[in-house]
């Protein structure tokens, strides 16, 4: 238990302390939960972006939940949707895989500093039961 750890813990979910736990209005709540399957073609590349974008930042050692998860589409209930478009839903399986396979890198290396990077998913599943043969054929499916 560090130093790091303790302040988190205070931060996370507390509105006064963490700086991303804006609360919402209850109109910003509604049209912010839903995760729209109808998206252009733009959409699906912005949403793609802000996801990679999310990752360079847990990367860098930011919090898992402050990242990677706060993407809505990357969300264990929203992933499997048969409704998303085929490449959103095979980039979003392939951006899980790469979270888990880049956490696991750096945690066998055992070659980072608490502060550097940051390992704990904080019970954020990663895609741990999907096969990464499937994962890459859904993104061969989709790029056809």
């Known amino acids: 238990f560090s130093l790091y750890e303790a302040m988190s813990a205070l931060e996370l979910m507390d509105p006064k302390m963490d700086p991303g736990m804006k609360l919402p209005s209850e109109k910003e709540r509604k049209s912010m939960a839903k995760v729209t399957a109808d998206l252009t073609n733009q959409q699906v590349l912005s949403i793609m972006d802000k996801c990679i974008a999310c990752f360079v930042a847990w990367c860098e050692g930011h919090t898992l939940c402050h990242t990677v998860a706060t993407c809505l589409y990357l969300q264990p209930e929203n992933i499997e949707r048969n409704d998303m478009p085929s490449a959103l839903r095979a980039f979003s399986k392939a951006m899980l895989k790469?979270?888990?396979?880049?956490?696991?890198?750096?945690?066998?290396?055992?070659?980072?500093?608490?502060?550097?990077?940051?390992?704990?998913?904080?019970?954020?599943?990663?895609?741990?039961?999907?096969?990464?043969?499937?994962?890459?054929?859904?993104?061969?499916?989709?790029?056809?």
């Open 98 to 144: 790469l979270c888990r396979e880049v956490r696991d890198v750096v945690l066998r290396a055992d070659i980072y500093e608490e502060e550097d990077f940051m390992s704990n998913t904080f019970g954020f599943d990663l895609g741990d039961k999907m096969e990464q043969a499937h994962v890459l054929a859904e993104l061969e499916q989709a790029t056809a």
